[in-house]
């Protein structure tokens, strides 16, 4: 655009508002609300001004920065993204548990499928391999990539327009939120976003008053992984008050594999897993029947790509309010 254009979005909004679905509601849809609406309005007021759009450039460092044409490659990406307002042209995908071949997880249309067209985003490939020349043919102004990708693919993407990296990796996802914002422009939007997430965690937490024990373990392939403290669903347990068994309280990495004859480990005063990845589930086993937790009734699956396998704000919102319904106030 000629001009840089502010847009100021609300506070984070939660379940308690309305809810906007774009395809059959599943039980966890929730609003994106007046941030959708609001970035309607900017993509509209861009529409016009379009030559002068994909001229631009990005900067990770110039708050006023605006850009209309981004490519996301890596997890979270998207999520950030459409949160700020800002509908990529081009995303690399990863399967997905919960969703359709588009590789944009259920809880993502949920959220801003209704304000955005979701399916207008261009495929530029698997997360792990992008496609280089369709990259290119989308003339982005600013392609978001990680630090662990290969430097020679970093090199290639350098040579299409600006590229501006984050971290990767669960358990920086809030410095990663920054870094995005930064590259396009919202840092102040974001920082208002992330302080109206942790405020609503620690007021929970407040009002609770309890730190209730909290088990996390997912399936992947034919394997269990318990989930610690370095992981996203980890750091919103943490952010909300909440602990840990003593057994997923490690912090060498975000996950450790779990063997069926631990199941024991499992044991807590809430249990939230899902086996959706592949991994024939522990539920039906008697050793998972014998988990107090599971005796107690309050063992509850659930959204796989949501809990486990993205790191974003949304995600973290998504599973904050899980943990509310279930634990209450």
């Excluded at 999520?79 to 997905?96: E, F, N, R, T, Y």
């Excluded at 249990?271 to 599971?294: K, Q």
Aim: aromatic letters at 6%; charged letters at 25%.
């Amino acid at each position: 655009m000629g001009t840089s254009l502010v847009l100021k979005l609300p506070t984070l909004p939660t379940r308690d508002q309305p809810s906007f679905r774009h395809r059959p509601v599943t039980r966890r849809a929730f609003l994106g609300g007046t941030v959708g609406v609001a970035a309607v309005a900017l993509l509209a007021a861009c529409s016009g001004d379009e030559e002068d759009a994909d001229d631009s450039t990005a900067s990770s460092t110039d708050s006023d920065a605006q850009t209309t044409r981004v490519v996301a490659l890596n997890t979270g990406h998207l999520d950030h993204l459409l949160l700020l307002g800002i509908v990529p042209v081009g995303l690399a995908v990863a399967k997905s548990a919960n969703g359709d071949p588009s590789g944009i997880p259920d809880y993502i249309y949920d959220r801003f499928g209704e304000s955005f067209d979701l399916d207008a985003i261009e495929q530029v490939g698997l997360r792990a391999e992008p496609d280089v020349e369709k990259i290119a043919t989308l003339e982005p102004d600013l392609i978001l990539s990680n630090d662990r990708a290969d430097e020679a693919l970093l090199t290639q993407l350098r040579g299409i327009t600006t590229v501006v990296t984050t971290n990767g990796g669960s358990e920086l996802w809030k410095e990663d939120l920054g870094i995005l914002a930064d590259a396009v422009g919202k840092r102040e939007e974001a920082d208002d976003l992330l302080a109206a997430y942790e405020k609503n965690a620690s007021d929970w937490a407040d009002n609770r008053g309890n730190d209730a024990v909290v088990s996390l373990v997912r399936g992947r392939n034919d394997e269990y992984i318990l989930t610690g403290p370095s992981s996203l669903s980890g750091s919103v347990v943490e952010d909300a008050g909440l602990t840990r068994p003593d057994g997923q309280r490690f912090s060498d990495t975000a996950n450790h594999d779990l063997s069926v004859e631990n199941t024991d480990q499992l044991d807590a005063d809430y249990l939230f897993y899902s086996f959706d990845g592949g991994a024939e589930s522990l539920t039906d086993s008697a050793s998972w029947r014998n988990l107090e937790v599971v005796k107690a009734g309050n063992a509850y699956a659930v959204d796989m790509d949501a809990w486990f396998l993205n790191a974003s704000l949304v995600a973290a919102q998504y599973i904050l309010d899980d943990l509310k319904d279930r634990i209450g106030e």
